[in-house]
Every structure is written in C-alpha cells, then in structure tokens.
C-alpha cells in the first residue's frame, strides 16, 4: 500500500512549521527524513500519524483519502508510530507492551506477530517477561520498535531510533532495520545518524525552512556537498 501526502501543511495552533510537503511512500522502501534540529521532521510524523491534525493538503493510504481520519483509524488502516523517546509503558512487562499493539487479535496471529518480531530482535524473547523499567536504552528501543510492529502496519513511521543508544546498539539496529527493506511496508525514518540513515534508505527526503528542498537517492544526497557539510560534518 502506498502512502501519498500531497501539499501538506502541517504545525500549530494554525501556523505551519512545514508547507507543500508531496511525498509517496511505497511497500518495502524505506525513506529517509533529513534536516536540522527543530525543523519539523517529529511534527511531519505526527501529522502523518494523525495525532496533529493536518493544515492542509490529503493524505491517502492505498488510494482512500484518510485526510480527515483520526489516528485511531489511521491506525486501523495500518500505519504506525514509534515516536521519539519510545514511550513505553514502565512497569509493564516486555511481552505486555508488545501485546499493546495487538489487541482484538486471535492468539494464533499474536504469535505469529511476535515470531517475526523475535526474528528482527532475536533479543528480546530473552526478557519478555522483564519490566520495561528494567531495560538498557537499547532493549527499550527494540520493545518500541516491536510495539509499532505488532500492529502489522503497512507504514512504520521511525522517529530518532537511535538516539541515545552506543554505536554498537546503532549497528545492531540498523541490520535489524535493514531487514524491514523490500517487504510489505514501507517505512519513513526520520535519523540524526544521517550516515546510518541513509544507508539502509531508497530515498532520502531533505527539509530546509519550512519545506522539501531536496529529494534523492542516497548516493545523489552524499554526492551533495551542501548535503554533506550540513549533515555529515564529522565524517566529511
Ligand atoms: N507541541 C508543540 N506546540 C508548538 N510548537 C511545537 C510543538 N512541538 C514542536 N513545536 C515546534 O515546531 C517546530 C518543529 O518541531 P519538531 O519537533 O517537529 O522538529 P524536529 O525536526 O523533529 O526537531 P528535532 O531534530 O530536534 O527532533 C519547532 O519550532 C518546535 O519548536
Ligand atoms: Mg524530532
């Protein structure tokens, strides 16, 4: 299912933090958000999400216009969330904040869920029973990234999943991100380790003042030297 947003203007209390957005996500991509601190990449995602409510512009999933839907039935729809600071519940267990997500559920499409979670994050079937409290930022973020996809989305919306996590938490997640490449889903991942990023990316998306200045492909994004200067100082 494609996801397609087309002049969107997102921000609040009616004024726009981001203008004109078109950007299409298809099933098995994953597109990268860059741009700098405070730009609106966390905002997009919440507008795509449904929780921010959109100022303009349609957004469409697999060709039905959910524009004016509340994100309980964008939810429904198949889109997911793993918002920044993932957000999980304390004092529940892994296996209860993974489960959040899939509820109304037989039991047999739970494990069948949770098997291919297991599969990404082979991990955390070794503390499911643990209180997410309990959790090393990394193990935290896996649960999130579990809990966004034990709804079975058809687009997963990643914001900052490795922040705060050691470089070799980073590298263990982005093989487990790479692994989402090609499938059903498409994902839009929004990710300061602009690097990483766009390794595992088809397409990378730029944000400057308020709108989409550039999109491409990986390699035409770091063949940019303004791209370059800008995001990938330290390894320039
Ligand atoms: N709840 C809010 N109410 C009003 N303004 C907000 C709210 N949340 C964010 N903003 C503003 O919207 C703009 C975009 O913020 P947003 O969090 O989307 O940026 P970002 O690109 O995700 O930044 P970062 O890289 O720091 O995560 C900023 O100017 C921010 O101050
Ligand atoms: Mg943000």
Not at 57 to 69: F, I, K, N, V
Not at 112 to 138: C, K, N
């Amino acid at each position: 299912m494609t996801l397609r947003i087309t002049g969107m203007a997102c921000g609040y209390r009616g004024r726009p933090v981001l203008e004109d957005v078109d950007l299409a996500i298809e099933p098995g991509e994953i597109v990268a958000v860059l741009g700098p601190n405070g730009v609106g990449k966390s905002t997009l995602m919440k507008s795509i999400m449904g929780v921010l409510p959109s100022l303009a512009g349609r957004l469409e999933l697999a060709g039905e216009d959910l524009t004016s839907t509340s994100a309980l039935t964008r939810s429904r729809r198949g889109i997911a969330w793993v918002p920044e600071g993932r957000r999980l519940f304390a004092s529940l267990s892994v296996r209860e904040n993974l489960l959040v997500s899939a509820r109304g559920i037989n039991a047999a499409a739970v494990r069948q869920r949770l098997d291919r979670v297991s599969e990404l994050f082979p991990e955390l079937m070794t503390f499911l029973d643990r209180p997410a409290w309990a959790l090393s930022g990394g193990q935290q973020q896996m649960v999130a990234i579990g809990r966004g996809l034990m709804s079975d989305p058809r687009i997963l919306l990643l914001d900052e999943p490795s922040l705060g996590l050691a470089p070799l938490m980073v590298r263990d997640l982005f093989r487990a991100l790479d692994a989402l490449r090609g499938g059903d889903m498409g994902v839009l991942l929004v990710e300061q380790n602009v690097e990483a990023g766009l390794s595992i990316a088809d397409r990378g998306v730029v944000l400057e003042r308020g709108r989409i200045s550039m999109v491409g492909t990986p390699e035409q994004l770091l063949a940019n030297d303004a791209i370059v200067r800008s995001y990938l100082s330290d390894s320039a």
